[in-house]
């Protein structure tokens, strides 16, 4: 079963914990998409009814409004009933790297107004411990950011600027992204605390602490983990 299969499981399963009337959030990324297409296809059967969403990035926005689907704003609605999002790294306490797709600093403002956060990946992306698999994107302001990136090196990191067709690759916000290669993640949420300390660094690719639900799927079907 190849891995594009997998997602479309993931985040197709996973479009059955939104109910009519909620506001939920729109995940970005090659897994939440098909979460998104799936709830679309139930307002079209009429299967729910009365959703609200608000998207973690413009392409996000771009493809629910094509959907279908009725959009809003943090604004409008600062509470979130449920997300629907990927990860590119999950480790066994429910910690999580995200940002491979440039949305990480739009889908932490979304998890953190959210109620009930839910992953969704395929087998692979699931790991014993966070930076095995996976470079910890850091979003940083354009100004400056040489000094962030010895900042980062300083921390122990490998650190590539993320580009795109040639130029960097730049966020929704203007921001540009360093992919920081730390190894296996001791204490996740201490490089937390420390990120966040720094100024000029706009956000980070570690969630700690904010999937209560984490959709598994593999070659042996569906796996829904909870977090106790």
Known sequence: MNTQTLKQQAGEYA????????????????TAIFATRRIAQRLHDRDLRDIIAI??????????RELGISLSTLERHARIDLTIDG?????????LIKGGGGAL???????????RLVIVVDESKRSRQLGV?????????????????RFLRDLGAGVALRNSGGDPFQTDQ????????FGPIADPAALDKTLK???GI??????????????????DGIRHLRKS
Not at 55 to 64: F, I, M, W
Not at 87 to 95: G, H, I, L, Q, S
Not at 202 to 219: Q, S, T
């Open 87 to 95: 990860a590119d790294e999950v480790d066994r306490a429910f910690n």
């Open 55 to 64: 998207p973690t990035s413009r392409a996000t926005q771009a493809d629910a």
């Open 174 to 181: 203007g921001n540009i992204i360093l992919d920081c290669d």
């Open 202 to 219: 706009a956000e980070h690719g570690l969630f700690i602490g904010m999937a209560r639900d984490v959709i598994v799927a593999g070659a």
């Open 133 to 149: 698999n996976w470079a910890v994107p850091v979003e940083v302001f354009p100004f400056g950011w040489h000094s962030q990136a």
């Open 105 to 115: 600093l739009r889908e932490k403002i979304v998890a953190q107004a959210t109620e």
């Open 15 to 30: 479009a059955q914990f939104v109910k009519s009337g909620m506001v939920i959030g729109l995940g970005t990324g090659s």
């Open 197 to 199: 300390s720094r100024a």
